[in-house]
């Protein structure tokens, strides 16, 4: 079932990036794999998936420990509180989810201490939900101060949309937001994570880089 889930959600994403006038691959498929078992993560990788995603640190520690051939990449994408930022920076091969400034202070901090410079995305919570994380649209204003940070490289952003709102305003909006950040402090922020199962095609169709799908590839939890 796994392996045929990932052949749809491929042709779908190769579609999408057809349609869209994108290159082949340029869009990546994390699958999220919160909560599913390493038999499933498994089934996953055999089948041709490189990239996956958890939201729970201790779950991401278990899974990195138990099982982490060379040629996977385990995303972080979920809270990450400051006191357990050790579990995940160096073993995160990108961390979807620095969402405060005393969070990427801290991240900057560990991953100076283990000698590294760890990839990360800024996570912009645009429908300013209080039950999500996240930078406010006004993130230019601690912009400067992030980029400061030495052993953090800041790759892009990341946002969810809220469930009860058409998602593809909210893509269009992180878009624009990236790309004013990078002609007002002349960088480059390649990536954009956004897009799940219910909105995927959508969000490449706008820019994304990085889809996070979940019950479409491992059905439902």
Do not use: W
């Amino acid at each position: 079932m796994i392996s045929d889930n990932l052949i749809d959600i491929q042709r779908r994403i190769d579609s999408a990036l057809e349609e869209s006038g994108r290159k082949p691959d340029s869009c990546t498929l994390v699958g999220v794999s919160k909560t599913k078992p390493l038999s499933q993560i498994r089934e996953a990788f055999n089948s041709g998936l490189r990239d996956f995603g958890e939201n729970y640190v201790e779950e991401f520690v278990s899974k990195y420990r138990e099982y982490s051939p060379s040629e996977l990449n385990y995303h972080f994408m979920g809270r990450l509180p400051t006191k357990k930022v050790r579990k995940i920076v160096g073993n995160s091969s990108l961390i979807h989810s620095v969402s405060s400034l005393k969070l990427a202070k801290k991240v900057d901090f560990v991953a100076g201490e283990e000698g590294m410079v760890q990839k990360v995305l800024i996570q912009v919570n645009q429908g300013d939900e209080s039950s999500k994380s996240g930078f406010s649209i006004d993130l230019g204003y601690y912009f400067e101060e992030l980029i400061s940070l030495s052993n953090i490289n800041i790759l892009g952003l990341m946002t969810i949309p809220p469930f009860s709102e058409p998602a593809r305003p909210f893509f269009v909006s992180l878009r624009k937001l990236r790309d004013k950040l990078e002609s007002q402090f002349n960088i480059k922020l390649p990536y954009l994570s956004m897009g799940m199962s219910g909105d995927f095609e959508e969000a490449i169709e706008e820019g994304s880089t990085h889809v996070r799908i979940g019950t479409s590839i491992f059905g439902k939890r």
